[in-house]
């Protein structure tokens, strides 16, 4: 139903013709290789299979110069961040089928403007990236140095807590306070914080 809707919504189109369709993976990236198209439009799930299309987006622009765009019912930060890893030039919620006409343009012009539905969605996702980037930057250790200084106890109440000495405890608090640059171990505390990795 999806296709056939798709299908109507380009051939209404004066600017815009429609090559070919295609219903799986496979019969995807044959139809890119064999024929010189501009835009492609790609469904994240082809053929009942969960996301084989971000797979098809791979290899589509890898063997094709055809931007890819895709399509999909959901907007989950995790699936749109690897469609763009993928290659995607533009992702599209099927709810705003009205703007694929537009975003084929704009793909076809090398606009590579990211459609609302999927501009919240990278946001979330990177924010989650530099989170978990920021933490695994920290040791096991550190990591508890800091959540003590959040808590608010001395570097010798994290000594006795940890089993380390105190001149350990400074070694790992100045690690901690080079690796979130800041100044002091307090502003390292409310700066995890913030970032919601505490």
Do not use: C
């Not at 009205?98 to 979330?124: K, M, N, Q, T, W």
């Amino acid at each position: 139903m999806w296709n056939e809707y798709i299908s109507e919504t380009v051939n209404r189109e004066p600017d815009l013709f429609l090559v070919g369709t295609a219903r799986s993976k496979v019969g995807a990236i044959r139809i890119a290789g064999m024929l010189d198209i501009d835009v492609v439009l790609l469904d994240v799930v082809l053929d009942g299979n969960a996301a084989d299309g971000l797979d098809a987006a791979l290899e589509i622009v890898s063997i094709s110069r055809a931007k890819v765009i895709m399509l999909t019912v959901m907007d989950q930060a995790e699936i749109i961040s690897e469609a763009f890893g993928n290659g995607a030039f533009n992702y599209i919620v099927k709810t705003a089928i009205e703007d694929i006409p537009e975003a084929v343009r704009a793909a076809y012009a090398g606009r590579s403007s990211i459609h609302a539905s999927a501009a919240g969605a990278l946001r979330s996702e990177f924010v989650r990236m530099k989170r978990n980037e920021l933490r695994q930057s920290l040791t096991r250790t550190e990591f508890e140095v800091l959540r003590f200084m959040h808590d608010g106890h001395t570097r010798s109440a994290i000594g006795d807590r940890l089993h380390i000495t105190e001149s350990t405890v400074k070694k790992h608090v100045n690690q901690v306070i080079r690796k979130l640059k800041v100044h002091t171990g307090k502003e390292a505390a409310r700066k995890a914080k913030m970032k919601g990795i505490l």
